[in-house]
């Protein structure tokens, strides 16, 4: 039901687009005679709720459709792309994840002191800056001052993992920009558990102080950083269409910016279904990890 609903959204937004499709692929030269039996040919003359149908129908059997610009199955497109933008995913994830907790957990076993402080101070003014900002600050300090890594992330042939440095920056520019908001969450998270009262029990018993961390507060602390870091994989997976931008990384973000340009109208939708489609499995499966980790919710009714 979901994702009927975002598919009229993505349909709509996707009509609304500035530009024409005819125009965008003809280039300026064409005439309108033949940019009328362009449109013909994509469909675009016909009214928009028979559009729909037809398009939402290939969709549920698993046909995006053609790329107006490449001519090659919208599924192409994906799959070609895909695989790159999972690679620098699940690269920033194994960087984020565990920098972003030990980070978040210090602060919260040390609140209001001087560590407590200086994370949270530059974690606020991290927050500050869009990607794009970040992504310039590192290729202007890394890669043209100091001349350690490569200034862009084009693959040649090999893959992603071909050559490491080329995804140095795009990953380091996703943790810069993510950690600050998964940081405070634990952090508040922890500070709030660290004052409960069966934290206070478990430290009066004599349980180490390192068991009441990990065993008492981590644990009910993490609850709610669940739905923050769901929202910080869809961010990583959906919305690094800036940094790939930015860095010239030929994934899915980078194509979809292309498409767009292009008034590639099936890869926009395409894609749009695609990533609405992994943010509610995420969704679900954010809900389903706060309920593991909260006993009493799994009774709860």
Known sequence: ?????????????????PGDAASAILGRSATPAQKAIYRKQLGLDKPLPEQYWRWISGV????????????????????????????????????????SLALGVWAGIRRERPVDHAISVISLALIALPEFVTGTILIAVLAVSL??????????????????????????????????Y??????????EAM??????????????????VLRHALRN???????????????LIGGIVIVETVFAYPGLGQGLVQAVVARDIPTVQGVAMLLAAIYI?????????????????????
């Open 147 to 180: 001349r350690w890594l490569p200034p862009t992330s084009i693959l040649a042939s090999g893959g992603a993992l071909a050559n490491p440095k080329l995804l140095v920056l795009p990953v380091l520019t996703l943790c810069v920009t993510a950690a600050p």
């Open 1 to 17: 039901m979901l994702l009927a609903f975002v598919s009229v959204l993505v349909f709509g937004a996707t009509q609304i687009l």
């Open 60 to 99: 549920v059997q698993g046909d995006l459709g053609t790329s107006v610009a490449s001519q090659l199955p919208v599924t192409s497109f994906i799959s070609a792309r895909a695989g790159k933008s999972l690679v620098l995913a699940i690269a920033a994830l194994l960087v984020l994840l565990p920098a």
């Open 221 to 235: 602390a993490l609850a709610p950083t669940v739905q923050v870091f769901a929202l910080t994989v869809q961010y």
């Open 281 to 301: 499995v995420i969704n679900i499966a954010a809900d389903v990890v706060v309920v593991m980790l909260i006993p009493k919710l799994r009774t709860a009714g």
């Open 182 to 191: 998964l940081i405070r969450m634990v952090r508040a998270g922890v500070s």
């Open 195 to 212: 004052g409960a009262d069966y934290v206070q029990m478990a430290r009066l018993s004599g349980i180490p102080e390192r068991r009441v």
